[in-house]
């Protein structure tokens, strides 16, 4: 049978002393639990989701993130149109994430309960009274590119037409066009297409395709040749067309397409202006600045199309 051996009062003491840092562990390990527990609490309260999609939930959550600003002030910039701090990607994001107007509308009945939403529905509380919020930002987006687009779109129209006016006004150009009538009424006597009075602008490419019997030379050789002999000024005609060549390489297919879209956006705004209209929300500036904003569009977008 082993004896029992006492400790003495100084080993005591001494396992003691060694065993003192061990008091510093008890406060760290709190740290790590609250920050568990907070962990746990950020977790819980995106799980419990009362309206929104967890995955729209989550694209709204990051896009609050990179502005990292009150939920009231993002209202009151959309409020108010305030062009100075919204930006262009800013409202694409938005609206590329914005919730639907149903599911704004359900948020706005959580509003007494704002503090236990998780972020992106506390945001959807926030914009939930925003009339007519995703129509209002489309709105807004075209007011923001609506500059952008008219000077996309100017130096093509201007340069087409100045081109037209200058083939208009060439003296020498019209001349050749005469000079290819001519001709061509020439070698049509006898068929229906004989005595013309005009002929379409694309025949012009034809007369590099209409050889002569022996296949050495072209209609475009002869005409060059009696201007050359007989019309030496016709020759200059192209220092009249200063702006065709590069009226030549504007799309009219695009063009004509980018202006109705602008005409359409504007109708939309036309619209939204009448319906717009919050007399009892001093904050709602939209129909003020808007409608500032839709005169000088109609009159800049009438300019153009009259070019």
């Given at each position: 049978?082993?004896?029992?051996?006492p400790?003495?009062?100084?080993?005591?003491?001494?396992?003691?002393?060694?065993?003192?840092p061990?008091?510093?562990?008890?406060?760290?390990?709190?740290?790590?639990?609250?920050?568990?527990?907070e962990?746990?609490?950020?977790?819980?309260?995106?799980?419990?989701?009362?309206?929104l999609?967890p995955?729209?939930?989550?694209?709204?959550?990051?896009?609050?993130?990179?502005f990292?600003?009150?939920?009231e002030?993002?209202?009151?910039?959309i409020?108010?149109?305030d062009?100075?701090?919204?930006?262009?990607?800013m409202?694409?994001?938005?609206v590329?994430?914005?919730?639907?107007?149903e599911?704004?509308?359900a948020?706005?009945?959580?509003?007494?309960?704002?503090?236990?939403?998780?972020?992106?529905?506390?945001?959807?509380?926030?914009?939930?009274?925003?009339?007519?919020?995703?129509?209002?930002?489309?709105?807004?987006l075209?007011?923001?590119?609506?500059?952008?687009?008219?000077?996309?779109?100017?130096?093509?129209i201007?340069?087409?037409?100045?081109?037209?006016?200058?083939?208009?006004?060439?003296?020498?150009?019209?001349?050749l066009?005469?000079?290819?009538?001519?001709?061509?009424?020439f070698?049509?006597a006898?068929?229906?297409?004989?005595?013309?009075f005009?002929f379409?602008?694309?025949?012009?490419?034809?007369?590099?395709?209409?050889?002569?019997?022996?296949?050495?030379?072209?209609?475009?050789?002869?005409?060059?040749?009696v201007?050359e002999?007989?019309y030496?000024?016709?020759?200059?005609?192209?220092?009249d067309l200063?702006h065709?060549?590069?009226?030549?390489?504007?799309?009219?297919?695009?063009?004509?397409?980018?202006?109705?879209?602008?005409?359409?956006?504007?109708?939309?705004l036309?619209?939204?202006?009448?319906?717009?209209?919050?007399?009892?929300?001093?904050?709602?500036?939209?129909?003020?600045?808007?409608a500032?904003?839709?005169a000088?569009?109609?009159?800049?977008?009438?300019?153009?199309?009259?070019?």
């Open positions: 049978m082993t004896a029992e051996l400790l003495s009062p100084a080993i005591w003491l001494l396992v003691c002393e060694e065993s003192e061990a008091e510093e562990l008890p406060a760290s390990i709190r740290r790590d639990e609250e920050e568990l527990e962990k746990k609490s950020v977790k819980k309260r995106i799980k419990e989701l009362k309206v999609d995955k729209i939930a989550q694209n709204l959550s990051i896009f609050l993130g990179s990292r600003m009150p939920y002030e993002i209202r009151r910039m409020m108010e149109v062009e100075e701090q919204l930006t262009e990607p409202i694409q994001n938005l590329k994430h914005l919730p639907e107007q599911q704004l509308n948020l706005a009945k959580y509003k007494n309960e704002y503090a236990s939403l998780s972020e992106p529905e506390q945001f959807g509380v926030v914009m939930s009274d925003v009339k007519r919020l995703r129509p209002r930002l489309n709105s807004i075209f007011k923001l590119q609506f500059e952008e687009q008219v000077s996309h779109l100017r130096p093509d201007l340069a087409v037409n100045a081109a037209c006016d200058e083939v208009r006004k060439s003296k020498a150009f019209s001349k066009l005469e000079l290819v009538l001519l001709m061509g009424n070698m049509n006898g068929s229906r297409n004989a005595q013309s005009g379409d602008l694309s025949s012009l490419c034809k007369l590099k395709d209409t050889k002569s019997a022996d296949q050495k030379s072209t209609l475009l050789h002869f005409l060059a040749e201007c002999e007989k030496p000024d016709v020759l200059r005609f192209v220092d200063q065709v060549d590069r009226a030549s390489r504007v799309s009219a297919e695009n063009l004509e397409k980018s202006l109705r879209q602008m005409e359409k956006q504007l109708l939309q036309e619209k939204d202006l009448d319906t717009f209209s919050s007399p009892n929300d001093q904050q709602d500036l939209f129909h003020s600045k808007m500032i904003s839709f000088l569009s109609v009159h800049l977008e009438s300019q153009i199309s009259a070019l």
